[in-house]
RNA sequence: GCGCCGAUAGUGUAGUGGUUAUCACUAGGCGUUGCCAACGCCUAGACCCGGGUUCGAGUCCCGGUCGGCGCACCA
């Protein structure tokens, strides 16, 4: 255990030093805000995503699309980015401090900043009051800072288009690809992991805030009315601390209670959020987050997106940035599927067929074409419309066409009464978004595996990393480089990979410094050749964190090594 | 973006204007070594980038980049 309160720089140079976060192009003096994955972090990355696969493809059926990081920017002006996804700022004419002009003008007292344009607020916080210098502004310009990333397709093009600041919305805009997939029926899924971009202003924090940075994303389209989980039984009775709206502003301690309860009492909205809620908990558990160290907190009202209908922060503690957002788990109604289809054209609507056809009364306004396209010619079709969605009274119907209101007199229409049949409803899907921010799950992956012991009076290093997400998996050595242990080792090895395992094998130096190299990288076990071996034809194996050895069979290795990797055996029930 | 601080082998460091840039660890090779960073010999490896001052700059000055902290920002 240690207690040194800055393991970040620790961690940073360990994964620096052992090749699983590098600065990019660092030969040219590297950039803010990107960071390349080396060896071992790629390869942990990617079982770390292996294991969000396992969750949400494999566990839930939600198959994985891909689509491209550059949208046009009629998606992202239908989501709402072009225009939401900036902040409007300006900068203090005397000490240059860039600052958001609504806060400016909230500071100011100025009310209705929000809505104004780039000009009116301009004018507006003349009179205020920089934040910083607490000077009087005077004449300053407001501008729009987006934080997308803008780029041009095609040579010479005018068109536009943004580097996705999410991957959410390619399983948007494929909505009804997906819907006709899915044989059109909710609810439904899919899934994306891909990078994102996002030009932060200043980003700081090595591997949490990122410019460009992956993300896992599921999209779950179900029935508005039914927010029921079909298996919500596997996690009803799953209990643990929810750090509800509520309890955040009262400043009280979490309220630690199942998943069935939270639902039952309201304190989560529906049973898909809280089923997410504690898939979240149990997969951040799974590789390598401690329980203590992981809450769910409720995003308070101001926080909550206006379309939102509830939304939890998975949040890990670290040691150097507190409670990081890891994961987000939304229930963003149908604000999605709505503005796509308006913007588009395109229907996103599922027919949700009754068992049996209603019959319902319906009144029906049926103009008498005849007369009313001779009077009123061009404007004929307008009134049709108007006219059918009206309202008469004894003497007629007002209509308002073109602005003008027109009194469509009784004979010139028909009501009519009539039953008809209702097979079913067209319904804007909701969707619930879980939205695991990957590379956050990495960096708390490796800080909270970081450890240091004394072994022999000297300081161990190791990451006591899951094996689910350890890049190397098993570490085989020869006790000494020659007499034929080495081909023995070598052969383990081979075994070893025809089984898929990643293996390293290692005869430089002491058989400790060995083992030290391979702690530090969190390698879960190692095989050691020795004299014995070519007698009994058996070799030890060792686990990491406990530095046990155990004796096992040198046929049974590739068996016990993938039954260790998976969990299905422990390595204390080994014989010593 | 602003302010303050920092940057020397893979890592940690010494170096207050003057030879060929210090030391340790690490890494590679050879030897040795019978299970936890042992040892011997050898080898490799650095002044963040660009300007300036100076006879001479790792060292002083300016600008940039990256990192840390504070401010601001974080749909």
Redesign the pocket.
């Known amino acids: 255990m240690i207690t040194m309160s800055d393991i970040y720089e620790k961690v940073m140079?360990l994964a620096?030093?052992r090749g699983f976060i590098w600065?990019t192009s660092e030969c040219y003096?590297?950039?803010?805000?990107f960071i390349d994955y080396g060896p071992l972090g790629a390869m942990m990355k990617r079982r770390v995503e292996n294991i969000w696969r396992d969750f949400y493809v494999i566990e839930e059926g939600y198959y994985e699309i891909e689509c491209p990081t550059i949208a046009q920017e009629a998606v992202f002006v239908a989501s709402?980015?072009v225009k939401?996804?900036a902040?409007k700022?300006c900068?203090c004419p005397h000490?240059?401090?860039?600052?958001?002009a609504d806060?400016v003008a909230e500071g100011g007292g100025v009310a209705g900043a929000a809505t104004m344009d780039h000009e009116v607020l301009a004018a507006a916080i003349a009179s205020c009051r920089c934040?910083?210098c607490e000077k009087v502004l005077g004449k300053v310009e407001v501008f729009s800072?987006n934080?997308m990333f803008r780029t041009s397709i095609g040579p010479g093009s005018q068109r536009t288009g943004y580097l996705r600041?999410?991957t959410a919305q390619g399983m948007f805009v494929d909505f009804t690809r997906l819907l006709r997939f899915y044989r059109d029926h909710l609810p439904f899924g899919a899934v994306q992991i891909g990078k994102s971009y996002?030009n932060?202003?200043?980003?700081?924090?090595?591997m949490i805030?990122l410019r460009e940075f992956t993300q896992a994303e599921a999209e779950i389209f179900v029935h508005p009315e039914e927010k029921v989980h079909p298996r919500f039984s596997r996690y009803a009775e799953y209990t643990m601390p929810l750090l509800t709206a509520q309890q955040q502003q009262a400043k009280e301690p979490p309220l630690t209670m199942s998943m069935r309860d939270a639902v039952d009492n309201r304190v989560i909205a529906n049973e898909y959020v809280a089923y997410y809620v504690a898939l979240t908990h149990e997969m951040l558990v799974a590789i390598g987050i401690r329980p203590d160290r992981l809450r769910f907190r409720q995003h308070l009202p101001d926080e909550l997106?206006h379309y939102a209908a509830d939304c939890w922060d998975a949040e890990v503690y670290s040691d150097?940035f507190g409670w990081v957002e890891t994961v987000?788990i939304a229930d963003r109604t149908d604000y999605d599927l709505t503005a796509h289809a308006k913007h588009s054209g395109t229907k996103m609507t599922v027919f949700i067929q009754y068992s049996e056809p209603k019959k319902v009364r319906r009144r029906r306004i049926v103009p008498n074409m005849s007369v009313l396209g001779k009077q009123y010619r061009t404007k004929a079709k307008a009134v049709f419309e108007a006219l059918s969605k009206a309202v008469p009274g004894t003497d007629g119907a007002d209509i308002v066409v073109d602005g003008e209101t027109i009194r469509i007199p009784p004979d010139l229409y028909e009501i009519r009464d009539e039953m008809v049949e209702v097979r079913g409803d067209e319904i804007v899907p909701h969707v619930i978004e879980p939205s695991y921010g990957i590379d956050r799950m990495c960096y708390a992956v490796l800080e909270q595996a970081y450890d240091e012991d004394i072994?022999?009076g000297?300081?161990?290093?190791v990451l006591r990393l899951p094996s689910s997400v350890a890049p190397i998996q098993v570490a085989v050595f020869p006790?000494?480089?020659?007499?034929g242990l080495d081909t023995i080792a070598l052969e383990i090895t081979t075994a070893l990979r025809k089984e898929g395992v990643l293996a390293e094998y290692d005869d430089?130096?002491?058989?400790?410094?060995r083992?030290?190299?391979q702690?530090?990288i969190g390698t879960p076990y190692a095989v050691?050749?020795?004299?014995?071996?070519k007698e009994d034809h058996t070799?030890?194996i060792?686990d990491r964190d406990s530095?046990?050895?155990a004796r096992i069979a040198i046929t049974s290795v590739p068996q016990t090594v993938c039954a260790l990797i998976d969990g299905s055996l422990i390595f204390t029930s080994l014989s010593p």
């Open positions: 140079d620096k030093r600065p003096g590297a950039m803010a805000g709402g980015h939401g996804f902040d700022m900068q000490c240059h401090e860039f600052l958001r806060h934040l910083a800072f934080l600041p999410e996002r932060e202003i200043s980003p700081r924090q090595g805030r997106a150097r987000g072994a022999d000297e300081t161990r290093t006790l000494m480089n020659r007499d430089s130096g002491a058989i400790g410094r083992y030290r190299r702690d530090e050691t050749v020795d004299y014995d071996s070799v030890t060792r530095m046990k050895q």
